[in-house]
């Protein structure tokens, strides 16, 4: 047997390798736009995370989103049971898991209370962005109250085209107009314009939150955010390196109902072209 053959094996059918067993490390999946002038280049793990990257058309580079620094949770409002797709970060065990990965996506599904929850996580053809979403299947006789928290942690540190680094400055602004949070870099030495970050939800949006600390308490584990004590988003800002974004989405999917989440996350100018 194969390593690839050991942890996993090839769906002709699907176009897609499904990973089966735990592997040693985290497996990464690499998607990225078409050539347009700009690139974009996210890495999805087989957990949900990973770094993304921008480059402009010169060659100046931002590191977007760092390593082990973007989850997606799910939180049974009434019970307070909080669980991760792929069943990490957070310690609440999962069922039924399977993990796709596709060219053009990566497809993380499994169980947990009652709930059959797929994420899935790509790179438009021409956007310099990602997209994930989640699609939540009740698969009980009774309503359910779901909160879905997206977290991402903005670098925003990178390079000039000639190799010279550069470290950011930044403060979080929450927008309700557009649904989450920008990581607005103030360092005047950055030579691009896309220097700043956002992460935003498309339906189901109740609040934002832009310092870390808010969402993971002082010791900063992924693992042990605080909606594992009942925390909600209340729109609070955050400054220099405590700055994350954290968009909350609440929604009541009925017996045996099926509902959808969606964010992007990405490099911006500003508020604008977010909203356009």
Request: charged share 25%; with cysteine.
């Amino acid at each position: 047997m194969s390593t690839i053959e050991k942890y996993g094996k090839f769906l002709t059918s699907e176009g897609c390798f499904e990973i089966t067993a735990e592997p040693p490390r985290k497996w990464r999946n690499i998607h990225y736009n078409q050539w347009g002038g700009e690139e974009y280049y996210a890495e999805a793990t087989h957990i949900g995370d990973g770094a993304s990257r921008y480059r402009d058309a010169r060659g100046n580079t931002v590191n977007v989103i760092g390593y082990d620094a973007k989850y997606l949770y799910l939180r049974d409002d009434e019970t307070n049971t909080v669980f991760n797709p792929a069943g990490m970060p957070v310690a609440t065990d999962v069922a039924d898991r399977v993990i796709r990965i596709y060219p053009s996506q990566t497809e993380i599904a499994s169980s947990c209370a009652g709930l059959r929850v797929t994420q899935r996580i790509f790179v438009p053809r021409t956007e310099c962005l990602e997209a994930w979403t989640l699609k939540i299947e009740n698969e009980t006789d009774r309503p359910r109250r779901i909160s879905v928290f997206a977290y991402a942690s903005f670098a925003l540190t990178g390079n000039d085209h000639e190799g010279r680094g550069f470290w950011p400055d930044k403060y979080s602004e929450v927008h309700k107009n557009l649904g989450g949070v920008l990581i607005i870099n103030r360092a005047h030495k950055m030579p691009l314009a896309k220097k700043n970050g956002f992460l935003v939800a498309l339906n189901h949006f109740r609040a934002g939150n832009g310092c870390r600390d808010d969402f993971t308490r002082a010791d900063y584990s992924l693992a042990a955010p605080k909606i594992l004590w009942g925390w909600n988003c209340d729109n609070n800002a955050g400054y220099v390196w405590d700055t994350a974004a954290i968009v909350q989405c609440t929604l009541t999917i009925p017996a045996n109902g099926t509902e959808r989440v969606d964010f992007l996350a990405g490099p911006c100018i500003g508020a604008e072209e977010v909203k356009v």
